[in-house]
């Protein structure tokens, strides 16, 4: 029987996605005003965050794993 190893990893979408504006104007002008102008942008995509390549890269590994099996 082959090892197995699972890695489980938690990142916030904070992390995942460039949430600078939608933060700025929380700390700013409060929750209703975040909320309304993430209304208002409900179909503008995100931003890249810092994590995002790294997730990326981690489930490449997936791929990798499963085109050996």
């Known amino acids: 029987m082959p090892p197995t190893f699972e890695l489980v990893v938690c990142i916030t979408a904070a992390a995942l996605f460039d949430c600078t ?3 700025e104007i929380l700390n700013r ?3 209703e005003a975040c909320k309304e102008h993430q209304r208002a942008n409900l179909m503008v ?11 990326r890269s ?12």
């Open 29 to 31: 002008d409060g929750l």
């Open 58 to 69: 981690l489930l490449a590994l997936n791929e990798a794993t499963e085109k050996q099996l």
């Open 45 to 55: 995509p995100l931003q890249t965050g810092a994590g995002y390549p790294l997730v």
């Open 21 to 23: 504006e939608t933060l």
